[in-house]
């Protein structure tokens, strides 16, 4: 029987690359979307879902369990991107990301979806996606995160204004998203899968192991190096 799989984020981007590979695998695959409505180039079925809202989850999980009657992988991936800097960023931009950024949120999200499967007595695996690392995808993110304007005469015109075009750069340049979509599925396919799992370039993996083992100041000024500040 084949596998069912719940992507978050699933309309676009990484998401989208793997949920279409695991539906080319033969999954039976769920992507979800804030407004799946809106989504007309979908090759797998798209379910309604805000991880901000605690009955949004509940009623997504229940569709998927009514369709399909079974929630195998919860692959949480949602997030969105906000750049800029901290003075300048409307307060209201802050609040709308903070329930997607760092790990503690985006696996509350994951848990609390495999929680309510678990409510329904349906037994669920999550996959947690996240970003440590300097490096991106070749994804439509830049088009679709908050950017904060570039104020003329502000203090951060100069370097903001470098910082941003040297993002937008990295992911026009990124990695094929695929690469995620076929680290997942090897995953899946695992009978004992370890706890964290590196997918990137070998300097994106390699710049994991130099902020552990290096003093913060020195990481911190690699950082700055890398991103021209």
């Known amino acids: ?119 329904m007595e349906v037994k669920s695996f999550g996959i947690q996606i996240t970003n440590v690392a300097p490096g991106d995808f070749a994804t439509n993110i830049a088009a679709g995160r908050y950017h904060a304007p570039v104020v003329k005469g502000s203090a951060y015109e100069v370097p903001y204004g470098n910082t941003l075009k040297e993002m937008d750069s990295h992911v026009d340049s990124g990695s094929n998203p695929n690469e995620m979509a076929e680290a997942i599925f090897a995953i899946i396919k695992t009978d004992k899968p370890k706890v964290h799992y590196k997918v990137g370039a070998f300097m994106q993996k390699f710049s994991i192991v130099l902020k552990r083992i290096l003093p913060d100041t020195i990481y911190e000024k690699m950082l700055m190096n890398h991103y021209k500040l």
């Open 1 to 119: 029987m084949s596998k069912v799989v719940l992507i978050t984020g699933g309309s676009s981007g990484i998401g989208k690359s793997i949920g279409e590979f695991l539906h080319q695998k033969g999954f039976v695959v769920y992507g979800t979307s804030r407004n799946p409505e809106k989504i007309t180039n979908s090759i797998f079925s798209l379910v309604a879902l805000d991880v901000r809202d605690k009955q949004s989850i509940v009623n997504c999980v229940a569709e998927v369990i009514q369709k399909s009657g079974r929630l195998d992988i919860v692959i949480n991936n949602a997030g969105v991107g906000i750049t800029g800097p901290i003075e300048e960023i409307p307060t209201e931009e802050i609040r709308n990301n903070l329930p997607y950024r760092g790990i503690y949120s985006a696996s509350k999200g994951a848990l609390e979806l495999i929680t309510e499967a678990l409510r």
